[in-house]
Nanobody, 124 residues
Framework: QVTLVESGGGLVQPGGSLRLSCVVS????????MGWFRRVSNQEREIVAG????????YYSDSVKGRFTISRDDAKNTVFLQMNSLKPEDTAIYYC?????????????????WGQGTQVTVSA
């Protein structure tokens, strides 16, 4: 059984930084891409960033491009999301996701494994 556990969320002032981590436990039967999504209130989950199985190709939504960085350390089965220059509109529950295959997908239903989520609040 594959489980994903996020950590690193919290309260931060506008302009501040946070680093989210997600540890993947269990056996993945093939190469897998990783991603971060977020959800605000009752809205759909939206992709924030994705990284392919090699770690060499990444995707960012327009709203976070230039501020957030996704990376992975396969030796530690961990994916990270470095968030800089945070804005109040970044406030959301952030979810780690994994999918079997080489690359990311934009939509949430294309991802097979999810973490429980971690709250990020950006407020003065």
């Amino acid at each position: 059984q594959v489980t994903l556990v996020e950590s690193g969320g919290g309260l931060v002032q506008p302009g501040g930084s946070l680093r989210l981590s997600c540890v993947v436990s269990g056996r993945m039967d093939s190469n897998y891409a990783m991603g971060w999504f977020r959800r605000v209130s009752n809205q759909e989950r939206e992709i924030v960033a994705g990284i392919d199985w090699t770690g060499s190709s990444t995707y960012y939504s327009d709203s976070v491009k230039g501020r957030f960085t996704i990376s992975r350390d396969d030796a530690k089965n961990t994916v990270f999301l470095q968030m800089n220059s945070l804005k109040p509109e970044d406030t959301a529950i952030y979810y780690c996701a994994a999918r079997l295959g080489s690359s990311w997908r934009i939509t949430a239903p294309m991802w097979g494994f999810w973490g429980q989520g971690t709250q990020v609040t950006v407020s003065a």
